[in-house]
């Protein structure tokens, strides 16, 4: 891998700011039909270099659904919301659910409220007219002791309460970590999925990035039937060059994931809804290549 997802979460590369604010629920009623999505972070070096010539080229491949992973001093991808709304538009496009951290330098404290920042995320996220807001990380410094965990999940389902006042719903993106680390002697993700009202807040479940600690998402399906309307779907295989992991994503069905029983699974007794692509390495494709693939064989299998 050229640039971890770790890394790029943990040198602040999703920035927080926004506009404008969306008054009716986006994608009601009839969004239980199934959306696959991609995960814009899985071609980032394209979307950088080009943003209209890559979304156009995903647009060509058969893509309806995204998920933004850029999001910085109020801008998506260089553009304002307004701007990247009408760029989505005019491709047919949407933008599903939204990759922006939720950090200690959104909530004060002294206030018992968010800090216009966070805000101004969501405001931005619902011109957008996204379903979702995704917080993909959490700051060590939210997690360093089970009281301070619990506390900040209130704050999450805050966010909830935010998010659904401008037609979204919050949600929580996970890594390995959340499988690892234990506090009082258990498992943080165990923690998190107690503490948060899964009707204000959305655990979106990476099925990949689980199994770097050990956990399996067909274990995690069933210990919690119907919490995953959104899940992150990736395969992992293990990486030659060991950066910060033993494995890497790789094409869907390659990997040691088993990632169709899982989708099934989830589709059937897990809620699921919305499928979003991501893929971080390549094994020699290229991103844009690898994407297509994995929409490919999404298809095949009936999504």
């Not at 890394?7 to 994608?27: E, H, I, Q, S, Y």
């Not at 030659?240 to 992991?245: A, K, L, S």
């Not at 029983?261 to 007794?269: C, G, H, W």
């Not at 893929?279 to 298809?299: F, H, N, V, W």
């Amino acid at each position: 891998m050229k640039t971890s997802r770790r890394t790029f979460l943990k040198t602040g590369a999703l920035a927080a700011a926004g506009v404008a604010v969306l008054r009716k629920p986006v994608f009601a009623s009839k969004a239980e039909k199934r959306m696959v999505a991609v995960q814009l972070y899985s071609i980032r070096d394209e979307m950088t270099k080009d943003p209209l010539g890559s979304l156009k080229e995903v647009a060509k491949m058969g893509y309806v659904y995204l998920e933004h992973a850029n999001y910085v001093n109020r801008t998506f991808y260089g553009w304002s919301a307004a701007e990247f709304k009408k760029v989505l538009d005019d491709l047919g496009l949407k933008m599903v659910s939204g990759h922006t951290v939720f950090g200690l330098q959104h909530w004060d404290e002294s206030k018992k409220d968010f800090t216009d920042s966070w805000r101004y995320t969501v405001e931005d996220a619902a011109v957008l007219q996204q379903k979702y807001v995704i917080s993909p990380w959490m700051d060590e410094n939210m997690r360093n002791s089970y009281d301070n965990l619990k506390r900040y999940l209130e704050i999450f389902n805050k966010c909830g309460e935010l998010c659904i006042k401008a037609g979204m719903k919050y949600g929580y993106h996970n890594h390995d970590f959340e499988f690892s680390q234990l506090l009082n002697n258990e498992k943080v993700f165990d923690i998190m999925m107690k503490n948060i009202d899964p009707k204000l807040v959305v655990m979106q479940l990476d099925i990949g990035n689980m199994y770097i600690a050990g956990a399996k998402a067909l274990d995690i399906v069933k210990q919690y039937p119907g919490r995953f309307e959104n899940i992150h779907v990736k395969d992992e295989i293990k990486s030659p060059g060991g950066e910060e992991h033993a494995y890497e994503s790789c094409i869907l069905g390659e990997g040691v994931i088993s990632c169709r029983e899982v989708v099934d699974l989830a589709t059937k007794i897990g809620g699921t809804t919305c499928y979003i692509i991501e893929q971080e390495s390549y094994q020699g494709k290229t991103p844009m290549d690898c994407i297509r693939e994995d929409l490919a064989i999404m298809k095949k299998w009936g999504y």
